[in-house]
């Protein structure tokens, strides 16, 4: 393809967004979603085309022969040696992101012209679209920017659209609220990048740059401009950005965002919070590479923040009742998982599964949005149940995208997740040195992650079950409707209309089913776009040798240990790590069943209840630690009782209050007084009280002073 | 035109003094053309002026007193020029406002802004030191009588402490104006010459440099204003009308970060040098203190104005980085929180007139009835906010970097700002413009009137303009900049300012010129 054609990859969505912000209301609902989809699929044909011209490498062919395609638009800003273009990047890794941003965005609009459909105020559905427009332009500029600022502008960019979506119905305080929290505290993270850049830049002296393709050939000659391999400047700007990243991507300990900005309209959970920004952190760390691999410690503290991410985000996805919140604490814990992938310098794995991940936690979020569409906006799971006979294209669906997370054999999930876990396993101690030698990291890592992986499996399957089995629990029991005002996301909308309660759930129309069966295709089988050596069929990493001209050389660097896939590892050594990788996969294997299992007797096949309310029978209310996974560990409460609360208190009642009004302006209003005083002695014919006066006295003042001067 | 700039800043005065005799409804008139004209000769200069030639352009220098060595002497540069362009956008953007918001002496009120309009660009092309004084101490009369006449029901208390602080350190910087005039006569052989141009070449004993670069500095941090000078701002901002608090944010404020750039810091270089670790460090207490104190205010416009305190440290941060970036940073964030800021309280203004309350308590949920205005007052939100692609972004980011060469720890202080800045700025719109509809008052609320959306355009075209293609708007500046950083390298100063300020030499050398 052409590089000429790069700007219109995020130009498309502006225009749509542009287009539908002009026309507003004036043009019926079915147009403003016709225009924003074809907007995004009209991108995402440009981006497909884009892929494929870096798909012409052979296999094991470490280096394509495609270079990267670029294009500067023009010079954003220059002043100094500091200089930053608007200029577009193309190369297989934003290849990729741009296909998945573009591909799955396309179908999530289509799945939103339905999906926004029954909003009540008609009026607003053209400020969604164009926000959501506006967000795809966003994320392509984060995913397409050739500098760290323009990837900032994207970065910032997605950011305010997540804003604007997350309180889309803004009539609900808690909305809105949700989406301060959210900008706010990546704000937090946006504040540790920018640090982490002009950290980098400065230390960088006059070959100071901030395009990454010429800050890799920088550092790649001048190592020593960043302290070198360990060195406290590379090391600083790594954990900096990562800093960046737990805020973009929820992670500890920015993570708690994400679970509030389910009060977004579902498919924005499904675009924003699910397959595409939230992924933006570990397409950073992918993207700089040729950094992280300079500093262990700094791998080793992106691992480790994973790997526990992943963890405690699970331990709090096991008792929530909202079927979103289920699946934003199950995202957090994924983007963990990614982390790890990437803090062990298995770049690939993790861009795998950020892959993989966006597919089937796409799908699963569409699908639980077909299903709050279906149930007019009921999210809690204890009312779901048996949904399985009412809406087959959505269980089925389903189905898939539960059996990818879990990672069940052969589907997506199953070869991304298991290769991070294994190559954790087999992670030397030393590449992720977070403590130096003293604690092995990549160890805590592995056991971390096992154990997620287990969890995983065991509320997935709860949530399976619950909404899927059994039978359907929401025709009664109105009364008790205890609506969590945070977790719903019908505000806006007809809640009572044509329907009104008791009825028999229906499947959703076409535009929400096609896009549910296209995610349910690529979960069960877009694993085998990247299968493992030994696998009897599909493109034997060919993922792997496609990014090799991003991290091929990065890969290299990481030294004395080699994956399994580097060319140079013997054949008898790749042989013994089969039989080894094998062996964990099949205990990993066994493991999940039983996590299955035992969800399936708490929770499969359960019967109405007449509460219907108590369905966690595995603890009671009581139980201390149910009722702290229940409240998130009250990290909320903990940041607002150490953090908000305190600050909000000394700006009032000691910054304003005393050092405002009492120490300076009692200061200021005595020396008034005292001048007062003063004057009045002196008599009251300079005291006229007109400022005319007194301006007039300061010239003549002057010029007399000027003029006694000049004489003497 | 050979006199453009003595034109561009009469002109509003003659149409001023204009306005005063006329009717009402001539002096809208007459005050709109004459700030429109003054605005079309003013974009003359983007063209006229050479970015790559000498240091100040269009010139104009004609004896004043010449026996004192006084001159009529004005011209710009890169830096004025911009601030001037400024100065005369947001003009007629306050002419058109007023129009219906202000019900009494509307002829007055429009005779006093153009004054200020006239005597806001005679201080920026100033380039004699008694001459920017004159200027310097006009603005203070209109914008008296601005405040103490349409203001509101604490405004003589405002006006009085606005005048008292500000003639502080008006006496202090008038005391330097002739320190520096004697200092130049005694190494000139008794020749006197307050021409900045000749100034500029003076070799200023560093021990008096301190002294004289404390005076200018502290007429100058006032205005900014900078911590802990800042407690007249929220009061003249509160009680001040729409018109009054634009012009105070959007201009007047800028008036004490130019005095730095284009007097105290050249001027003085050693002494800024020596200065700059405390001037960095009081600005970012500014930035930090401004966004706390703003975040738990109850009054919108109180809010605004402390973030104003705030967006100037930004400002003070930037020229004390001493370095390219930082510099520009400045000038940028100048021009950024002028229009950001100067639309904030358009808008604050239009919610009043409606309500005739500034209370956020008073409001909520006003996005669903005011749409249009939602959509204007996010815009420049998130300009305020420096969201990337908005003018807010560019300087901000430009200041951060700049500083973070000369003080890293510093520079993590002020960048928390950004975050702070993000807190206030979109909890005060959440609280007015998000949640239910509570308040019946504002269920009828009229949405922004043609008229309103005619002034308020041409800002937020800019903000959007100036954040997206930047370049034109940096080159312009760059060689003045530029001429400001050098002098400053170039000073290295031997000790500690501390260790000098009381060094006996200082005053002798000044009592030297004056014989």
Redesign the interface.
Known sequence: MSPNLLPLVPGLPLLGAVVNAVLGPRVPRPVTGAIATLAVAASAVLSFMTLASFMGGGHGDEHHAVEPLTYTLYTWMQVGGFKADIGFLADPLSAVMMCVITGIGSLIHLYSSAYMDDAKDERSVWRFFSYLNLFVFAMLLLVMGDNFLLMFVGWEGVGVCSYLLIGFWFSDTANAVAGKKAFVTNRVGDFMFILGLFWLYWSLGDKATMNFAELQQVIAANPALVGGVGGLVVTGVCMLFFGGATGKSAQIPLYVWLPDAMAGPTPVSALIHAATMVTAGIYMICRLNFLYVMSPMAMGLVALTGALTAFFAATIAITQNDIKKVLAYSTVSQLGFMFLGVGIGAFTAGFFHVLTHAFFKALMFLGSGSIIHALHHEQDMRRMGGLRKYMPVTFWTFTAGYLAIIGFPLTSGFFSKDEILWLTFITPPERVALFGEWVNVAGICYGLALVTALLTAFYMSRLYFLTFFGEYRGGQAHDDHGHDAHSHDAHGHGHHDDHGHGHTPHESPWPITVPLIVLAVLSLFGGFLNTPHWFPVGAHEVLHHFFAPVFGASEKALGDFNWPMVADYTTAALTRSTGQELFFMSVTLILIGFSVGIAWVVYGNKKATDHGVQLDYIATESDRVYQGSLNKWYIDELYDAVILTPTRLISRHVLWAVVDAQLIDGLVNWCGKAAQGLAQGYGRIFQTGRVQAYALGVAVGTFLIVFVYSIG | MDHILSILTFLPLAVGLGCFVAPDKAASGLALVGSLVTLALSWTLWGSYDPSGAEFQLTETIPW?P??G?HYAVGIDGISLLLILLTTVLTPVIILSATPAVHERLNQYLGWMMVLESAMIGTFVALDT?LF??FW??M??PM??LIGIWGGERRIYAT??F???T?LG??LM?VAV?GL??IYAEQNNGQ?SALLVDLYKLDVPYNVQLWLFAAFALAFAIKVPMW?L???LPDAHFEAPTGGSVVLAGVLLKMGTYGFVRYAMPLFPEAAVAFAPAMGALAVIGIV?GA??A???DDIKKLVAYSSVSHMGYVMLGLFAL???GV??AVYQMLGHGLATGALFLLVGVLYERRHTKAIAEYG?L??VVPVFAFVFMLVT?ASVG???LNGF?GE??I??GS??RS?VL??FA??G??LG??YM??MF?RV?????TNDKNKALQDLTTRELVYLSPILVLIVLMGV???PF?EVM?PSVERVVLRLAEATPSVPPTASLFDPSAAAAVEAG??
């Open positions: 007193i026996d004192l006084i008694f004084y004159v101490e006009l203070l009369i008296y009588f009085i402490k005048f008292i602080y003639m008006s006496l008038l002739l005039y004697f006197y802990p800042h407690t007249w203190y706390l104190v975040m738990v205010q370095n390219a970036q520009t940073g949920g996005a669903k998130f969201l990337p692609g560019i980011f430009l951060l970097l973070f060469e890293p520079t993590i960048a928390s950004v975050i993000a807190i979109l909890w959440q413009m998000f949640g239910p509809l293609f930047p370049q940096l760059q004056s014989r």
